[in-house]
């Protein structure tokens, strides 16, 4: 499937409807992408051994009603053999048939088993590199476990992403190929599942429990999945990318990921006093990614699930309430609590959200406020 | 009792009129009517939320549902149409066909029936207002869950959720009601000399369903009674910060939700075992091994319900016993696929409606079994669980399993009921529309799974346009069929051809021995059995 398309969805189902009659047009995602670790590539040989045995049986099941349908109709005179069920096949079918098809079955079942114990078990006495993925609704954590690292994944709105909307996410999972990872899933809030197609697993991030799962990527690529356990209501807004790259690359990454991180952690420490338009700007960005996916970026929000923000009463009142909410969440709605987030942070956000679509207070909240509040 | 005495009693047991032969009845056939009716009208109920689930996903972008009226759309589609079309039409079958079959005047428990079908209107009322619920002030969020019901989301969602699980009690009642007297009928009506294996093998059918009702339905009442609990009484069952469980709801649904799906095909089964012996004009292939392998699936049905749950983490002991299990009931289903296939064969057939939906069974249910092999072995599942490749399987199990066979099943006893043939012409014409619409709606969707396409997402990314545009356009025809049903039903209700009593040539059986339509009171002397 061509992703570099150059023109909007209707282009594409104008194309769509015109080919109907001619030719199927290539690229048509017919098929698991090609897979990108070992297990994967196991996976992805069952499932083409499971699939070629129900397409020969299907065939013959085929074959058989047709020609039956053919031959055994009344308008071609064929006479009702009303002895049938009685012929020594008629009284042994019984035995011959579920033998035949247990054969089968043990094939399958033989072949998958083999593939099952490797997917299943992580593999033991070996140096493996943790992940935690914690689903969140609706965005992906990924905490790199080994390396103090923590990068948080949401999706891209349409306007940025383009024709990788809901494929494509502000910070991608980077990961290093050759490399045994274990992945840790696990949930924030409800149950979300963790799928990317080309590492050939699904395991579900279920609040209370922590999941394994493990992975060893052979090829630098990116490869793209999305959350596939139903979250509520942005469940289609949870993708998640993975960017393999080689060993070095990525510990540059990791690297570069922790000065980002002491610049950050330096800036919202510090005692300064930050400007209206500072905080603003900051809040902005900060809104739109972790705020915007249910209040909106525009501020009105989807009621009633999501109250909207402008000429809300609670962000054109009181300060300190305003900020308490966004600290503490609400309890009994879907709004979390953000206390993870630094003081700097959340007072650019109310900042932010108290200047925003004409709510125009004036105010400026100062990290200090926050801390405050705390 | 003299002869005398029998003529006066008749005088007083014609049908009531008006409301109050539908109200207070305990007659057989007309709760079978009632019953089919209320099916046939949820039937356009589910459709017209699976139509407007189908008009979203014509394109990438929310164009039509918000993502929260998406997700209730897809819940209420399941539940009404499982609940509300799919159960109740078979029960409608059961009723109206056991006692004729197995020569009885009349359920065993003629106003336990009359509880049973009118605890479904209401049930059904509970369940749509569980579903507009939040349009109304201070009606709080819509059901996002699915029908699954996971918490802890269902633990999130509003008042409307409250209405569902009232819904599903009186659901399950109604069910379980059902069973009962249908178990009952069986054991005890038969006519003198009829053996449990001379019965038709639709009887058999529904035996093993009500038993499997019985059987699991408490088990989901149990479980929505646990979130019901959670979500107001302040218990843990499902929530992990209370020493909880998320998971073993789960259990508990799949538990009910695995066999279910037998509940619903089973019924279907027997149609065919009716329908294809008449056609084909020679006598059932295998009646034991179909009764055999009917208990197989009810048996091993019972105990392989993880397989919808392989991503949870379980041991690899437990995923290994689930697969192997699942697999395993390929061998009672090809079996009976098989003594289908073999009825039909050196048969002499003719392809009346009823028969060419029994083909179309055959041909799609067995793609949709495959499938299921291809789900049930846990490396592949573990990429196509929760994509649209599940979605695609189950409509293939669903639609030719139980509500093809339901059609099936109308189109072959609709003389018997009215006394009128439908129009042919018009029902070749539904059968050939409704099905290859069918299966353009469904086919593409298996390469959506593949592709990467999860299921439940009310928006997705432009690569996955082109089979959803195809899929969508199937389903706009796959659903406007469904009004050539409606008028089909209604033109041969009004009139038409008389029907005789044998009705199809290759009839066999006591239902056929009845005039078309039959008395309001029938059998009422025990029909000798003929050797």
């Not at chain 2, 039509?64 to 029960?91: C, K, Q, R, S, W």
């Not at chain 2, 392989?310 to 299990?325: D, E, K």
Request: charged share 15%; proline share 6%.
């Amino acid at each position: 499937m061509a992703l570099a398309r150059p023109s909007g969805k209707y282009l594409t189902v104008a194309a769509v409807l015109s080919a109907l009659a001619g030719p199927a047009s290539a690229e048509l995602g017919l098929n698991f992408p090609p897979p990108a670790a070992e297990v994967a590539q196991e996976i992805y040989d069952v499932h083409m051994l499971t699939m070629g045995i129900a397409t020969v049986l299907l065939i013959a099941v085929f074959a058989v009603v047709i020609y039956s349908l053919y031959n055994h109709r009344k308008s071609r005179g064929y006479p009702a053999d009303q002895k049938f069920h009685e012929t020594w096949f008629g009284n042994w079918s019984w035995v011959i048939v579920p033998v035949m098809v247990l054969g089968v079955d043990l094939s399958i079942a033989g072949s998958a088993q083999k593939t099952l114990a490797k997917v299943w078990e992580v593999p033991k006495g070996e140096d493996l590199m943790d992940l935690k993925v914690v689903g969140h609704q609706w965005w992906w954590e990924f905490e790199y476990l080994d390396h103090d690292v923590k990068v948080e994944s949401r999706y891209v709105p349409e306007e940025k992403a383009g024709d990788l909307y809901l494929r494509e996410v502000d910070n991608r999972l980077v990961l290093p190929t050759h490399r045994k990872i274990r992945f840790l899933h696990t949930s924030a809030d409800v149950n979300h599942a963790f799928w990317v197609p080309e590492l050939g697993f699904k395991k579900d991030a279920i609040p209370g429990y922590v999941t394994e799962t493990w992975a060893e990527i052979d090829r630098e690529g990116v490869f793209r999945g999305q959350c596939a356990e139903l979250c509520g209501t942005w469940h289609s807004r949870m993708p998640i990318v993975v960017e393999a790259v080689a060993p070095e690359k990525f510990d540059a990454w990791v690297k570069q990921q922790k000065e980002i991180k002491l610049a950050a952690l330096a800036e919202a420490t510090s005692d300064r006093t930050w400007t209206k338009d500072e905080l603003t700007e900051k809040g902005q960005g900060l809104y739109n990614t972790k705020c915007g996916g249910c209040h909106q970026i525009n501020g009105l929000g989807l009621p009633p699930a999501f109250p909207g923000l402008k000429d809300s009463p609670m962000v054109k009142g009181p300060v300190r309430p305003h900020i308490d909410i966004v600290l503490n969440g609400k309890p009994g709605t879907a709004m979390p609590p953000w206390n993870t987030l630094t003081d700097l942070e959340i007072a650019a956000i109310v900042t932010y959200e108290r200047n925003a679509w004409d709510n125009n207070t004036g105010d400026v909240v100062q990290p200090k406020d926050v801390k405050a509040a705390r | 009792m003299s002869t005398a005495t029998l003529a006066h009693e008749h005088e007083h047991h014609g049908p009531p009129t008006g409301l109050k032969r539908w109200l207070f009845s305990t007659n057989h056939k007309d709760i079978g009517t009632m019953y089919l009716v209320f099916a046939l009208t949820m039937l356009f109920f589910g459709g017209a939320s699976a139509m407007l689930i189908r008009a979203e996903l014509f394109m990438p972008g929310l164009q039509l549902l918000e993502p929260d009226l998406y997700n209730n759309l897809v819940t209420n589609h399941a539940l009404i149409m499982i609940f509300g079309a799919v159960m109740p039409a078979a029960a409608g079958l059961a009723n109206w066909m056991i006692p004729l079959m197995i020569g009885a005047p009349d359920m065993a428990l003629p106003r336990m029936n009359n509880l049973s079908f009118w605890i479904l209107p209401a049930a059904g009322t509970m369940l749509i207002l569980s579903f507009v619920v939040p349009f109304f002030p201070e009606g709080g969020s819509q059901i996002n869950t699915g029908w699954t019901l996971y918490p802890p989301l269902s633990i999130q969602v509003g008042m409307s959720m409250d209405f569902l699980i009232f819904a599903i009690h009186l659901l399950g009642i109604s069910s379980v009601l059902a069973s009962i007297n249908i178990i009952v009928t069986i054991f005890n009506m038969r006519a003198p000399g009829m053996r449990m294996m001379e019965m038709p093998i639709f009887v058999w059918t529904w035996l093993v369903t009500a038993f499997l009702l019985i059987l699991v339905v408490p088990v989901l009442a149990g479980g929505v009674t646990m979130l019901l609990f959670d979500r107001h009484f302040g218990t843990s069952f499902f929530n992990a910060a209370g020493g909880g469980d998320p998971v073993l709801f789960q259990h508990l649904f799949w538990f009910f939700g695995h066999p279910e799906v037998y509940i619903l095909i089973l019924p279907s089964m027997g149609v065919l075992a009716s329908v294809i012996p008449t056609f084909a004009r020679k006598p059932l292939f295998g009646y034991k091994s179909l009764v055999g392998a009917m208990l197989a699936i009810a048996t091993i049905g019972m105990v392989v319900w993880a397989h919808h749950q392989y991503t949870i983490g379980m041991s690899l002991g437990a995923v290994s016993y689930f697969m192997i299990g699942t697999i395993i009931i390929s061998i009672p289903v090809g079996l009976m696929i098989f003594n289908f296939i073999a009825t039909m064969w050196r048969g002499s057939m003719t392809f009346e409606t009823p028969m060419l939906f029994a083909v179309g069974i055959i041909l799609m249910f067995t793609f949709g079994g495959l499938t299921g092999v291809m789900l049930a072995v846990v490396p592949a599942d573990m990429q196509y669980h929760d994509s649209m490749f599940v979605v695609a399987h189950f409509h293939y199990v669903l639609m030719p399993g139980a509500v093809f066979g339901l059609f099936a099943g109308v189109f072959y006893w609709l003389p018997k009921w009215t006394g009128h043939m439908y129009d042919e012409r018009l029902a070749k014409t539904f059968f050939w529309v409704n099905v290859i619409s069918f299966n353009v709606t469904f086919f593409p969707q298996h390469f959506l799974g593949l592709a990467g396409m999860p299921r439940r997402i009310v928006d997705y990314n432009m690569m996955f346009t082109e089979f959803n545009v195809v899929s969508s356009i199937g389903a706009l025809v796959f659903g406007l069929s469904h009004l050539l049903l409606l008028y089909i039903i209604i033109k041969t209700i009004r009139g038409g051809q008389q029907a005789n009593s044998r009705v199809w040539e290759g009839a066999r059986g006591l239902e056929w021995e009845l005039p078309s339509p039959p008395p309001f009171h029938s059998w009422t002397v025990a029909p000798a059995l003929k050797g």
